[in-house]
């Protein structure tokens, strides 16, 4: 009996050995039949997944962002301890001890397939689940089928004969995605927690571990609930594996999750300027390389510079915007079927800090007294003091009921918060319909310091700063006055500003140009001419002069388009672009030179190799010395002239500028400099509207200027002003300011400036091209 038992237990053995050596067979010859089909793994000698492409500012600060996965590769030293035993104990916790499938894992997983039968049941080790993700180098799908897995095993057995486990780890560390567009565990990281995975606390790196499995489900962005589930799973398989001890994990279970980050990227500080920087890595490099190979790429723009023309734009079209009164809100939710109780925004589940510009909702519009309304859990009342900044009467003295509609959706100005009794204080506001531009650059390079391009990126990505076209009014006119001044005429010229007909040749109609106040000031000087702006001396001096030198000297400063040579073009009646007009003006302060404006310093590649680099380049455009005394001219403006409102800033600091106001009041311009800085502001709609009857260049865009210059000087303090370089060959003399004539010492007067050799006669007024005093001498023409 007992050697039947061994016989029996002979065969059977036999047979299982067999059965064995024939599934062994079977499987070598599957795993040899598809190990032909696949790609070498070598590829990942040269693992160059596709990163994030970075554009910083001069000083420093990350201005945006492009890629198609956001990516930082980290090594795997940089990979935080409790990171990587979380990944480990949830995802594969044998990783250290197989070669690169678990067959036990496997078995189970097999068995409950055919039990079930279906194929549904993961055994994936890390080493296979990087195989997978990485299924556009090896030709895997996404399918859940034998043929796939079989493929899928194959690849994880190469790769670990091929790689250590500390590569492996990195590499799918840095691969695999994580949700909302972040790809690897530092991206995730700063998506989730705004810091580097190197800092991420127990609970943070559990939860992060968590999000591997299914990154849709698993982001607390998306479901906080699942999250923390997710969470405290890993937090107990680290116990269980036993990376921490129980009452470790038990403390981590216990604390909420707390994010610091956000699932969209935010338009950043300057996102007109850095989609200006896109576009021209696109056209240089190919969407490829922009979106996939990493680039770093260091701009010109100054951060704090860009914060301030921010700051100056709103301020500045909120205060336009309310010069022209409220109007009705555009949306009311109770028409749109919404209930007062359960409407929200997305708004509102973010801080509400004093300072804030936030949307709310009117719950009470009576008749008298003030409106209710609601943002999130906060409550507040709008009163008549709430209307104040608007300067129309109907807002002013108008009721609640006026001007609401309970369910009208507002804007307001958080100007108090009170936490703990869930009120605020606030003021009426709203979004202004007027567009505005601001571009800074500096003098001595051309390096663009800051550009905003519009009221919000949001509601257009249209550049007004560097794409609209508009016509330029009387920022123009400094280019006439240079002009002039080259050919021999002084501050103390004469010109007279009366009615003047000019005959235009090949037009029905002579042309007769009219001062914007229609008053005629009779004889002044070119400086009282310039700095009032007016418009008949401008054109008698072109028409002096002759339109083509003064079109050969807008070419000189830079101005693409090819102006016609009528007179009306001494008026601005032609059209360019706000970087065009603002880079013109730095040839002022800067004697004579015009940079050429550009917004790249620096290209790198992944590897810090240098793609690009931008230089300063300058082009002479006119003499220094004519340079100066236009500075001087500017400097006019803003101390008597039509920018005397920006003289107390002058007071204690250079700066010099013109005013430009277009027909009817479609376009405002000022642009001006300082020694180092030129700024230009224009303000006006897109269609070619009146901003309105009263909003003239020293009225809308001058105080957006002021506004910016003035947190720029405050930034600059703490040293000596700086001032505008003296040719050699300037002359100042004390003259009247009315006549221009020098005056005795002790008199007063005005200082102006010469070029040696065309300074007035100490008696009487040189004669020199347009000067006239009294009737013209015999031989000289009357401008």
């Known amino acids: 009996m007992a050697h039947y038992v061994i016989r029996v237990a002979r065969n059977a053995g036999l047979a299982a050995l067999f059965v064995a050596a024939a599934l062994l067979g079977i499987l070598s010859g ?142 799918y560390c840095n691969q695999m995605y994580l949700g909302h567009g972040a790809y690897g565990v530092e991206a995730a990281s700063r998506l989730y927690f705004d810091k580097s995975n190197r800092d991420l606390t127990l609970e943070e790196a559990a939860l992060i571990a968590g999000i591997f499995q299914t990154p849709e489900r698993q982001s607390p962005f998306v479901n906080p609930e699942r999250a923390i589930r997710r969470r405290n799973i890993v937090l107990q398989r680290m116990a269980d ?119 709310a909702l009117v719950l009470t519009a009576p008749k008298s007294g003030p409106a209710q309304i609601r943002i999130g859990a906060y409550l507040a009342e709008l009163g008549p003091a709430a209307y104040r900044g608007f300067q129309d009467a109907r807002t002013r003295r108008g009721s609640a009921a006026e001007l609401f509609a309970v369910g009208d959706l507002i804007e307001v100005a958080v100007t108090k918060v009170d936490a703990a009794s869930r009120s605020l204080e606030a003021t009426l506001e709203q979004t202004p319909v007027v567009e505005a531009a ?28 560097v794409q609209a076209f508009r016509q330029l009014g009387s920022t123009f006119k400094p280019v006439v006055y240079t002009t002039a001044i080259d050919r021999g005429f002084t501050p103390s010229s004469i010109i007279v500003d009366e009615p003047t007909t000019f005959e235009t040749p090949g037009t029905p109609q002579p042309y007769q140009p009219q001062n914007y106040d229609h008053e005629f000031e009779g004889p002044i000087t070119l400086r009282r001419a310039l700095e009032d702006s007016r418009n008949i001396p401008a054109v008698k001096i072109m028409d002096a002069l002759g339109p083509p ?7 000189r400063f830079g101005f693409g388009e090819d102006f016609p040579p009528y007179l009306a073009i001494a008026l601005g009646a032609g059209d360019a672009t706000l970087l065009e007009v603002t880079s013109a003006y ?87 400099f300082d020694p180092d800085l030129t700024v230009g502001v224009w303000v006006g709609k897109d269609e070619k509207k009146s901003i309105g009857s009263q909003e ?53 007067g005005i200082t102006e400036a010469f070029i040696a050799g065309t300074q007035p006669d100490a008696n009487s007024l040189a004669r020199l091209p347009g000067v006239v005093a009294g009737p013209p001498p015999e031989g000289a023409k009357a401008y």
Do not use: C
């Open 241 to 359: 594996e036993r990376y921490i001890d129980q009452a470790r994990a038990d403390q981590a279970k216990a604390k909420p999750i707390v994010t610091r980050g956000q699932p969209t990227q935010p338009p950043g500080v300057a996102p007109f300027f850095v989609e200006e920087v896109r576009q021209h890595l696109e056209g240089e490099y190919g969407a490829k390389v922009l979106y996939e190979a990493g680039l770093t790429v260091r701009t010109t723009l100054d951060s704090r510079l860009q914060q301030f023309a921010n700051a100056a734009i709103e301020r500045g079209l909120r205060r336009i915007d309310k010069r022209h009164g409220y109007r009705k809100p555009s949306r009311n939710v109770i028409a749109e079927g919404r209930t007062l109780e359960d409407f929200t925004l997305d708004r509102w589940a973010r801080p509400i800090a004093e300072g804030d510009v936030v949307p």
């Open 549 to 555: 030198s003064v079109l050969d000297t807008a070419r």
């Open 586 to 672: 730095t040839v002022f302060p800067n004697q004579g030179v015009r940079m050429k404006p550009f917004m790249i310093e620096k290209v790198l590649d992944r590897e810090g190799n240098l793609l690009e680099e931008g230089r300063p380049e300058g082009v002479d455009a006119i003499r220094a010395d004519t340079a100066y005394v236009m500075t001087s001219l500017l400097e006019g403006v803003i101390q008597r002239g039509t920018a005397a409102a920006a003289a107390r800033l002058a007071r204690t600091w250079p700066l010099a500028g013109k005013t430009g106001t277009v027909d009817d009041n479609t376009d405002a311009w000022f642009v001006g």
């Open 438 to 465: 601001l571009v800074a650059i500096d003098n001595h390079t051309g390096e663009i310091r800051a550009m905003v391009g519009g009221w919000s990126f949001g509601r257009s990505k249209f550049n007004r700063a």
């Open 30 to 171: 599957v795993l040899f039949a598809y190990a032909g089909d696949l790609p070498q793994v070598s590829a990942l000698d040269d693992y160059a997944p596709s990163t994030i492409t970075r554009v910083y500012a001069a000083n420093g600060p990350l201005l945006g962002e492009f890629a198609t996965q956001r990516r930082v590769i980290v090594g795997y030293d940089d990979i935080n301890p409790l990171l990587r035993q979380a990944i480990i104990a949830t995802e594969d916790a044998e990783f250290d001890r197989h070669f690169g499938v678990n067959l036990w894992r496997i078995g189970v997983a097999a068995v409950k397939d055919l039990v079930e039968w279906r194929r549904a049941q993961g055994a994936s080790t890390l080493t296979q689940q990087l195989a997978r993700n990485l299924k556009e180098q090896f030709g895997l799908t996404n399918e859940k089928s034998w043929e796939r897995k079989i493929r899928e095993i194959i690849l994880a057995i190469q790769i670990e004969k091929r790689y250590t486990k500390r590569e492996i780890f990195t590499i």
């Open 696 to 748: 003239q260049g020293a009225i809308a865009a001058l105080p957006i200027w002021m506004d910016f210059m003035s947190s720029y000087i405050d930034s600059r303090a703490g040293g000596d002003p700086p001032q505008f370089q003296v040719p050699g060959n300037i002359v100042f003399l004390n003259v009247d300011e009315r006549t221009g004539l020098p005056l005795p010492a002790g008199e007063p």
